[in-house]
């Protein structure tokens, strides 16, 4: 993956713990200077204002944002607060607006996210521009999706990029209005070295209760932010009222998040480092053990090309995963962990052989 900017190098004078905060929409230009003297009176001044200028509204008939006239408004926030903003763009329409109107941060939302034609249109309308762009997950939890409109970004010359985890559409799971996948954000930060992402709990829980639980998870995870809607009269906004936060009480959540060092930023310590060399040594018989395993498993390849036996034998299938989970469950590893550890092992015993097959000579009778 090529270089990109961090947060830290944005130019803008953010940080890690990046704090964004503001409306769900620009409503009136008094709706947001109220929540700029709001944010200032209770001392909850946030790195970067967001608001949504423009609203992608899953029916039509709902509110669907005041449009470039807001974007005058930004001065507003420019003036009372002193800080960057940051829209939602999703088309090049937007894009190039935002850019007439200096916004500073751009964000594409997660309905668009999962569009690669309008990801281009809008990655095409930011060539050549130095705008930071923070790309939201998809509505469907797929990373490459993810990766791919940041990699879109990229190739335009766009390389002051950041993530937002924002959760995903779940039609059962009636607990989030988007449900957490944290798995999902750490392996895009495995695979994109230094991709900083961003939690937007506002999105994920969609009421006010529950923001701070969602909010503490990601910072225990290791994510890079927080997204918080914040209005000052969240119950008469017009969109997202139920989840909304006044400056007050976003102010009380900030201050009760645990917000972690990240290990990187602390001095080397002795007991770290002496549990991380037990785990590169382990690490190091696992690997000799499946080398072993898939050694073996090669030569049961070789007997049933041997005996015109099948690769896949559904009842020694059912064996093997049923005895392992359960001795895996009394070693304390997780059903779950234990059932997924063996598909992928037994997907490329299977492959493995399969793979012997199509290459050996066929056996004379
Ligand atoms: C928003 O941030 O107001 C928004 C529309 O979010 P999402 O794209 O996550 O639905
Ligand atoms: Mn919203």
Redesign the pocket.
């Known amino acids: 993956m090529k270089p990109h900017k961090q947060i830290k190098d944005w130019g803008l004078g953010l940080n890690s713990p990046l704090i964004i905060a503001g409306p ?2 620009a409503e009136t230009p008094e709706q947001i200077e109220q929540i700029c003297k709001e944010m200032k009176e209770e001392n909850m001044v946030p790195q970067l204002f967001r608001a ?1 200028i423009w ?1 992608p509204r899953t029916r039509p008939g709902s509110f669907e944002g005041v449009g470039e006239e807001g974007l005058k408004w930004m001065e507003i926030v420019r003036h009372h607060l002193n800080i960057p903003i940051t829209v939602e763009v999703g088309n090049a329409a937007h894009a190039e607006l935002a850019l007439k109107h200096k916004i500073d941060v751009l964000w594409i939302g997660a309905r668009t996210t999962v569009n690669p034609f309008a990801v281009q249109e809008i990655a095409e309308a930011l060539r050549g521009s130095d705008v930071p762009v923070m790309i939201k997950n998809p509505m469907n939890p797929d990373l490459d999706l993810w990766i791919g409109a940041l990699e879109r970004m990229h190739a335009v010359g766009i390389d002051k990029l950041a993530a937002i985890h924002r959760g995903f559409s779940d039609a059962y799971d009636k607990r989030f209005r988007n449900k957490p996948n944290w798995s999902m954000p750490i392996h895009l930060k495995r695979v994109w070295t230094g991709m900083e992402v961003i939690n937007d709990p ?2 994920i829980v969609g009421r006010r209760d529950g923001l701070q639980e969602v909010a503490q998870r990601a910072m225990n995870f290791g994510l890079d932010g927080l997204m918080i ?1 914040t209005h000052h009269d969240p119950d008469q906004a017009w ?2 009222a139920k ?2 936060v006044t400056p007050k009480r976003l102010k009380e959540m900030i201050d009760s998040i645990d917000f972690k060092e990240p290990l990187e930023n602390m001095k080397p310590d002795e007991r770290l480092q002496d549990l991380r060399r037990a785990v590169d040594h382990l690490d190091d018989q696992l690997l000799d053990i499946l080398q072993e395993r898939f050694a073996v498993i090669d030569h049961i390849g070789e007997h049933k090309r041997e005996h015109h036996l099948t690769v896949f034998q559904s009842n020694r299938w059912k064996e093997v995963m049923e005895s392992r989970t359960q001795k895996g469950v009394a070693k304390n590893l997780s059903e779950k962990f234990m059932k997924e550890l063996l598909y992928c092992i037994h997907e490329e015993s299977v492959k493995r052989q399969e793979k012997q097959l199509r290459e050996a000579e066929p056996i004379k009778k």
């Open positions: 769900c929409s949504g609203k506002s999105h809607e969109s997202d989840q909304q």
